[in-house]
């Protein structure tokens, strides 16, 4: 074996080496970097008062978003709590649920404003609150969600409402998802992985999008008198799937109530 050959063999024991010390090493720190992973979808937010607090739909079983709001609302960062919701059936959903939900943990009735609507992600969620914000003239929110899935919720709030609306975010206990241990159970890996997938599907849908450039929807006033109750079905924009295929996205109608 030549000088040159034998010096290359020892070049590449002395790379494998290293790339085996840097694999050991990894190993070894894998939990804190696992756990600063988990705590990067995680984000709260300096409260400060504001006009009104958003509950976003679909909490989970111990009704964690829920209880977050009505601490906070006992706090007095907002004298509006808006249970959103999807509807589930013509004449009932997950506002009504949230609203039962918050009575029970100390907020006032009257205090509810209660928004169903048929959106199926969080983009159109914020969608189909914006002409609700837009209609009562708020200027500062807070959105009350789980913990993983504050950041993306802070980013599309922020992206979607209004430019002259403070977007802050209030992380709620998530019994699904500890940020320290996220990878122990499944349900904590689905959590992590559906936020990490919601995020780069919400930068792609609204890659560009200027606040400007969404334009608020029309709202429009129905004959019925509950004054607790809005009703929102915002037109919705192509999704990250939509957009390479040739279907055409549905375009439902907005209309409020009193």
């Not at 709001?69 to 007095?76: P, T």
Request: glycine content about 6%.
């Amino acid at each position: 074996m030549s000088r040159s050959e034998r010096g290359g063999v020892v070049w590449k024991l002395i790379a494998l080496l290293c790339f085996a010390a840097l694999c050991g090493f990894i190993y070894l720190i894998r939990h804190p970097l696992l756990r600063m992973a988990g705590g990067y979808w995680v984000v709260e937010d300096r409260l400060e008062r504001a006009d009104a607090m958003i509950v976003l739909s679909d909490d989970n079983f111990y009704a964690d978003r829920a209880s977050r709001a009505a601490e906070l609302y006992r706090q007095g960062v907002a004298r509006v709590v808006v249970a959103s919701g999807r509807r589930l059936r013509p004449y009932t959903g997950i506002a009504e649920l949230m609203q039962h939900d918050l009575v029970e943990r100390g907020v006032p009735e009257n205090a509810i404003l209660r928004v169903p609507h048929l959106a199926d992600d969080t983009r159109e969620e914020a969608e189909a609150l914006r002409p609700v914000v837009d209609a009562h003239r708020w200027r500062s929110v807070v959105v009350v969600t789980s913990n993983s899935h504050t950041r993306r919720a802070r980013y599309i709030f922020a992206r979607v409402l209004p430019a002259s609306v403070k977007v802050s975010v209030a992380s709620a206990r998530d019994y699904d998802y500890d940020p320290e241990h996220w990878w122990e159970n499944r349900r904590g890996q689905k959590r992590f992985f559906h936020e990490a997938v919601g995020m780069i599907v919400a930068w792609w849908e609204l890659r560009g999008a200027s606040k400007e450039a969404l334009k608020p929807q029309s709202v429009v006033q129905s004959s019925r008198s509950e004054p607790q109750d809005m009703v929102s079905q915002g037109r919705k924009r192509p999704t990250f799937a939509t957009t390479f295929s040739a279907l055409q996205p549905l375009s439902p109608v907005i209309s409020s109530r009193p």
